[in-house]
C-alpha cells in the first residue's frame, strides 16, 4: 500500500528557509512513471500547488514560487524533499505531499508549518 | 494563470437528496479538469478526473461532467460521509496548475 509521510519543522522564523522531506512507502520512488509534488493549504483556505518532481530530477514549479523554490528528490532514501527560502507569514499553510502531475492520486496526511518569530 | 470559480461557496443539502457543484474556467481547459473531496482534518482525496472518469474506488453515485469552461460534479444521493469540501482542478495549463476556491456541501 502506497502511502506518503510529511517531516520537518512545524515552525519557521520570518526570512529563513523552510524545509520539509516527503518519505514514500509501498513504491520504489525510481522504478515508478510517476510524479512526485507538493501542494499546500493555508488555514482555512483552498488548495495552492507548488510544484512536482520526477525521480529524474525534471521538476514542474509554481511560477509564483519559482524564485524561492527547490524541490529534490533522493532515490536511495526514496524521498524527495522541499525548500522555500525566504519565507513569511503568508507561507504558513498545511503542506502536503502527493503523487502525480497532473492529477493527484496519493496524499500525505500533511504538515502544518507556521511562520513567525 | 487560469482561474477556476466554484459555485456556490456552500450547498445545504439533505441526506438521500442530489447535489449538484459547479466549476468554471476562465479559459477552455477542455477536459484536464479533477475534483477532490476533502473532509475535515483531511487530506483531499481524489475523486474524478479527466472531467468525468472516477477515480479508483470512488462509489458510483459520484459523477463528472463538462468540458471547456464549464464543470459538474453530481452526487446522486447524499450519505453522512459525503459532507465535505469539494475543489476542482484543472491541468490543462501545468504552469500553474490552479484549484477551484472550494464550495462547502453541508447538512441541511
Known amino acids: 500500500q502506497l502511502q506518503l509521510q510529511e517531516s520537518g519543522p512545524g515552525l519557521v522564523k520570518p526570512s529563513e528557509t523552510l524545509s520539509l522531506t516527503c518519505t514514500v512507502s509501498?513504491?520504489?520512488?525510481?522504478?515508478?512513471?510517476?510524479?512526485w509534488g507538493w501542494i499546500r493549504q493555508p488555514p482555512g483556505k483552498g488548495l495552492e500547488w507548488i510544484g512536482s518532481?520526477?525521480?529524474?530530477?525534471?521538476?514542474y514549479y509554481n511560477p509564483s514560487l519559482k524564485s524561492r523554490l527547490t524541490i529534490s528528490v533522493d532515490t536511495s532514501k526514496n524521498q524527495f524533499s522541499l525548500k522555500l527560502s525566504s519565507v513569511t507569514a503568508a507561507d504558513t499553510a498545511v503542506y502536503y505531499c502527493?503523487?502525480?502531475?497532473?492529477?493527484?492520486?496519493?496524499w500525505g496526511q500533511g504538515t502544518l508549518v507556521t511562520v513567525s518569530s | 494563470e487560469i482561474v477556476m470559480t466554484q459555485s456556490p461557496d456552500t450547498l445545504s443539502v439533505s441526506p438521500g437528496e442530489r447535489a449538484t457543484l459547479s466549476c468554471r474556467a476562465s479559459?477552455?481547459?477542455?477536459?484536464?479538469l479533477a475534483w477532490y473531496q476533502q473532509r475535515p482534518g483531511q487530506a483531499p482525496r481524489l475523486l474524478i478526473y479527466?472531467?468525468?472518469t472516477r477515480a479508483t474506488g470512488i462509489p458510483a453515485r459520484f459523477s463528472g461532467s463538462g468540458s471547456g469552461t464549464e464543470f459538474t460534479l453530481t452526487i446522486s444521493s447524499l450519505q453522512s460521509e459525503d459532507f465535505a469540501v469539494y475543489y476542482c482542478?484543472?491541468?490543462?495549463?501545468?504552469?500553474?496548475?490552479?484549484f477551484g476556491q472550494g464550495t462547502r456541501l453541508e447538512i441541511k
Open positions: 502527493a503523487r502525480g502531475l497532473e492529477v493527484y492520486d496519493y
Open positions: 518532481i520526477y525521480y529524474s530530477g525534471t521538476t
Open positions: 482542478q484543472q491541468y490543462n495549463d501545468w504552469l500553474p496548475i490552479t
Open positions: 509501498g513504491v520504489s520512488i525510481s522504478s515508478s512513471n510517476y510524479y
Open positions: 479559459q477552455s481547459v477542455t477536459s484536464n
Open positions: 479527466g472531467a468525468s
